[in-house]
């Protein structure tokens, strides 16, 4: 649970969220690429869905590797902080791998 009693809001709905496609020399490889910028005032409550992709973002704690996941997450971006992200995916598992889990 994200420790709260006020209610979650997505994370595309708090801020700024933009996102944009990938270069064409990159398109082959990246999903993406995104930015969010959290407004003054105190943090809001916020939800990040699975998307299936992995993104490597750059904040103000430096750099880090998110995904993919298979829950929510709740990340707390301070006021006026900006993180800008490059998505891969969605990500699939090697062919055959299903199998090799099941058994």
Not at 23 to 39: I, R
Not at 70 to 92: H, K, M, Y
């Amino acid at each position: 649970m994200h420790g709260t009693l006020r209610p979650l809001t997505l994370a595309k709905r708090c801020g700024i969220y933009r996102e944009r496609s990938a270069p064409a020399s990159l398109a082959g490889h990246v999903e993406c690429l995104w930015s969010h910028t959290m407004p003054e005032g105190p943090p809001s409550p916020m939800a990040v869905v699975p998307d299936g992709c992995v993104d490597i973002i750059w904040s103000s704690r430096g750099l880090a590797v998110a995904g993919p996941d298979r829950v929510a997450a709740f990340p707390v971006i301070g006021p006026r902080e900006t993180w800008s992200a490059c998505a891969f995916g969605p990500v699939l598992p090697p062919p055959g791998c299903a199998r090799r889990f099941a058994s």
